[in-house]
């Protein structure tokens, strides 16, 4: 397990009063264990974990196409998509009336969709900060087919896997990459302390 971090620096961190308030998004494909490290990560800070998954669930079942989609590992039109996003910035100015930190637990594949999450959080919170999940294929195969995944979003991950990998839209911001092939106990605890240090959040 490693990191790299890739133009790095504080331009997207917002500072009120001299503390660091921000967003850290979680981001990653099917299987890449973003969800299970952006959980310990929030439990880790004593901060507040929005999944973005719940907003689809409620979201996406009321596309027409939503059976099919789920079936054949189709991602959703993009107004369907949009719907889902315009929620979840309302939802982060209500949190933000009483948390100053989050973490949010989302994909983040694609560009547009992303922006408009990246200027909520800088828009209600100060700023954000952005880890990808990276995670071999062969690891991701292997969690896929493996792991009980109950009452998650998706039916078929591995097709959605390959969905979101061909969908994926490089980022042009500062992130940092997160290599997770090995323990999830051992990458968010490393993860903890370069974001402990990066930030200096007082939680």
């Given at each position: 397990?490693?990191f790299k971090?890739?133009?790095?620096?504080?331009?997207?961190l917002g500072?009120?009063?001299?503390?660091?308030?921000?967003?850290i998004?979680?981001?990653?494909?099917?299987?890449?264990?973003?969800s299970?490290?952006?959980?310990s990560?929030a439990?880790?800070?004593?901060?507040?974990?929005?999944?973005?998954?719940?907003?689809?669930?409620?979201?996406y079942?009321q596309?027409p196409?939503?059976?099919?989609n789920m079936?054949?590992?189709?991602p959703?039109k993009a107004?369907?998509?949009?719907k889902?996003?315009?929620?979840?910035?309302?939802?982060?100015?209500?949190?933000?009336e009483?948390?100053?930190h989050?973490?949010?637990?989302?994909?983040l594949?694609?560009?547009?969709?992303?922006?408009?999450l990246?200027?909520g959080?800088?828009?209600?919170?100060g700023g954000?900060?952005i880890?990808w999940?990276?995670t071999?294929?062969?690891?991701?195969e292997?969690?896929?087919?493996?792991?009980?995944?109950t009452?998650?979003?998706l039916?078929?991950?591995?097709k959605m896997y390959?969905?979101?990998?061909?969908?994926f839209?490089?980022?042009?911001e500062?992130?940092?990459?997160?290599e997770?092939n090995?323990?999830?106990g051992?990458?968010?605890e490393k993860l903890?302390c370069?974001i402990k240090n990066?930030?200096?959040?007082?939680?």
């Open positions: 397990m490693s971090t890739i133009n790095l620096g504080i331009g997207s500072i009120v009063d001299e503390v660091f308030v921000m967003v998004f979680m981001g990653g494909l099917p299987g890449a264990g973003k299970s490290i952006a959980r990560l439990e880790k800070l004593s901060i507040h974990y929005y999944d973005v998954d719940e907003v689809k669930k409620v979201i079942p596309d196409d939503f059976d099919y079936e054949h590992g189709i959703f107004q369907t998509r949009l889902v996003f315009e929620k979840v910035v309302e939802d982060l100015k209500s949190l933000s009483r948390n100053e989050l973490v949010v637990d989302e994909s594949h694609l560009k547009k969709l992303r922006q408009i990246f200027d959080a800088k828009a209600h919170l954000y900060v880890v999940i990276k071999d294929e062969q690891v991701v292997e969690r896929l087919t493996n792991k009980e995944r009452g998650h979003i039916t078929d991950p591995m390959h969905s979101f990998a061909k969908e839209e490089p980022f042009h500062s992130y940092i990459v997160c997770n090995g323990s999830i051992e990458t968010t903890y370069l990066l930030a200096s959040l007082r939680i």
